[in-house]
């Protein structure tokens, strides 16, 4: 069998139904051999960023994503949507064409021998747990059983395949002697006396919580998670990545806390006095820049299966273990009889009631006119989208930060997104690969219109499949966090960040009909969740352009002050913008307050 034939049969039997892909010339083998397969569907992009996001997010919603690009200006394209897939441990391959063998420049000293040759390996490296050129064909088992071996275990993420155009070409023997890769036999690690160790803090425990993170669903271990929180009586905040774990209304649900988080979830995290992360990076937006203050007067135990990510925080830990999560709850859950847990209710019902008393969605909002609050517009969504939904917002600005900050989760929401890179131009194509990946499910992208227009050529491929995707596209006038950052920073002083100072944006809905897309326009409260309903039940993608305050903040949030030795130094998690009253935060905490500036 041709070989391009026997990798489209490999990504086949990963349970991958669609391949994203750009073709060219250096790809054509393996393209023709997607086309015939008759278990892949090949969609094609019209740019391989496009490609590599959409394989991200299939890959998110899946567990599994493959995509295929051309050699040279095909990969290189592909950068961007594959460091989001490594940034975000996402399991997918990458399929490269590559110039034949002979035309590779090798260690000539050449920058280039073939047309459109480049050393893509070397770029990809690192951010890809394997890349390789495939140079004989008999190899080609091997490369593949390892390559998604590594995709798929440990701490997940891409990996990246270069195939020259001849040996794509080439003729295998029977498959099934080809040499392989023999994964090695996996052994449980006990680890009973970690979990041993963490029940006996919990049993002393009176403010525990647990924060989850996507390592949770990495692992497969959601259910195991919550089993264990259920049976132990502890609450549970949850990072962005980890939004839709469980829905809003759960008695155990605390929130999500971070630099722009939830006031009452800070509450519960930074009041806590024992706190379990699992599968969370606890990157610099999740503990606001301050290791020292995160979560101060709690016994900190931290699990990740990367030991760099434990290694990295500054943070005394009384627990700090590299191992996989669904094999630690497993084991809290053995062990948990023999620890017996203390009745917690005064602590659950003052974790309810901070998150009660501070929402982040307030009526007030309401009441603005001559545009749409996006809070509004998120408090909407929330009460409209459910089981069987599927939401994939833009990954950078308001668009991020506001739906991830405020959105109420209702049971069966699938949402995800690009934390990590935190790349402008991920809604489209996100929202297109998650789409397919889930069988055609409703899905919905809250994007600004700066990222919207980034890669907005995949409303092209959207329209060609008549997917039922809703895209509702801030219009604040410009990069709105750019804006705000300049007039908080930087003396006022505007640059490239709306139309005053060198950036215009194409008008969206024109655009959006160039394409062939229904559109719609909101520019008020006024009817506005009948008019919502009424766009999300229309059949097949559409466009909606919805009109903000062009500087709508995002809160509550952490900010900085400066120090009187002019450094700057960030305010503890607690004390978020909009600042409590002194005596009304004194209230709030259950472990001493800091001395900070006066607000």
């Known amino acids: 069998m041709k070989l391009s034939d026997y ?8 349970g991958v139904e669609d391949v994203f892909l750009l073709p060219g010339g250096g790809c054509l083998h393996l393209v023709d051999s997607l086309g015939r397969h008759p278990g892949l569907r090949p969609i094609c992009n019209l740019h391989e960023q496009g490609t590599a996001v959409a394989v991200d997010a299939y890959a998110q919603v899946r567990g599994f994503g493959a995509g295929l690009v051309t050699t040279g200006p095909g990969g290189t394209n592909a950068l961007t949507g594959v460091a989001g897939a490594w940034l975000d441990s996402t399991p997918c391959l990458f399929l490269s064409g590559q110039v034949k063998r002979a035309d590779l420049k090798r260690e000539s000293g050449l920058r280039q021998m073939g047309f459109q040759e480049i050393d893509i390996v070397s770029m990809v490296k690192p951010i890809t747990k394997y890349a390789v050129t495939v140079e004989d064909p008999a190899d080609i088992r091997y490369h593949l059983d390892l390559a998604i071996h590594l995709a798929r275990t440990g701490r997940p993420g891409p990996v990246w395949l270069d195939i020259p155009l001849d040996v794509q070409a080439a003729d295998l023997p029977d498959p099934g002697t080809l040499r392989g890769y023999a994964s090695p ?7 009973s006396a970690e979990a041993s160790r963490a029940l006996d803090l919990l049993q002393r425990a009176e403010r525990p919580v647990l924060l989850l993170g996507n390592g949770v669903r990495a692992a497969g271990a959601i259910p195991e998670a919550l089993r264990f929180a259920e049976a132990a009586g502890i609450p549970i905040l949850t990072t962005w990545k ?4 469980l829905p809003e209304d759960h008695p155990l649900f605390a ?3 971070g630099a722009s988080g939830q006031r009452g979830a800070n509450f519960t995290q930074q009041n806590s006095d024992w706190l379990l992360s699992v599968g969370a990076r606890l990157d610099f937006g999740q503990i606001a820049y301050m290791h020292d203050l995160f979560a101060r007067g709690a016994r900190k135990l931290v699990v990740d299966i990367d030991p760099a990510e434990l290694q990295k925080l500054r943070m005394d830990l009384d627990l700090s273990l590299a191992a996989d999560a669904g094999d630690f709850f497993r084991a809290l859950l053995a062990a948990l ?7 917690r209710a005064a602590w659950l019902g003052r974790v309810a009631d901070w998150k009660a008393r501070y929402p982040v969605l307030k009526p007030e909002y309401w009441q603005e006119q001559g545009h749409v609050n996006a809070y509004v517009l998120i408090e909407v969504l929330s009460d409209l989208l459910g089981a069987g939904d599927v939401l994939a917002p833009g990954s950078s600005g308001q668009s991020s930060e506001l739906t991830c900050q405020a959105l109420r989760v209702r049971q069966g929401l699938r949402m995800l997104n690009s934390q990590g890179l935190g790349p402008m131009g991920f809604g489209v194509p996100a929202a297109l690969g998650a789409c397919v990946a889930s069988g055609g499910k409703r899905t919905v992208c809250v994007d600004g219109d700066g990222g919207f227009h980034m890669n907005l050529q ?4 959207i329209r060609r499949l008549n997917l039922p995707i809703t895209f509702f596209v801030l219009d604040n006038q410009g990069y709105g966090s750019i804006r705000n950052s300049q007039r908080s920073y930087f003396g006022g002083r505007l640059v490239a960040s709306d139309a005053s100072s060198g950036l215009t944006l194409p008008d969206t809905l024109a655009v959006a009909r160039a394409y062939g897309l229904a559109t719609a326009h909101l520019e008020s409260h006024e009817g506005l969740r009948e008019r919502i309903a009424e766009i999300l039940a229309q059949r097949g993608p559409t466009v909606c352009v919805v009109k903000l305050d062009p500087d709508q903040p995002t809160l509550p949030r952490v900010t900085s002050y400066m120090k009187a030795d002019g450094q700057m130094a960030t305010r503890p998690m607690e004390d978020m913008y909009p600042y409590l009253d002194r005596e009304s935060l004194r209230a709030e905490m259950m472990v001493p307050m800091l001395d900070t500036p006066p607000v």
């Open 7 to 14: 990798v489209m049969d490999r990504i086949a039997a990963e």
């Open 185 to 191: 036999a996996s052994s449980k690690r006990d680890l």
């Open 242 to 245: 980890a939004a839709d774990f």
């Open 255 to 257: 929130g999500r806390p």
């Open 337 to 343: 009889p023999a620890h017996p847990q203390p009745n």
């Open 458 to 461: 995949e409303l092209e491929v």
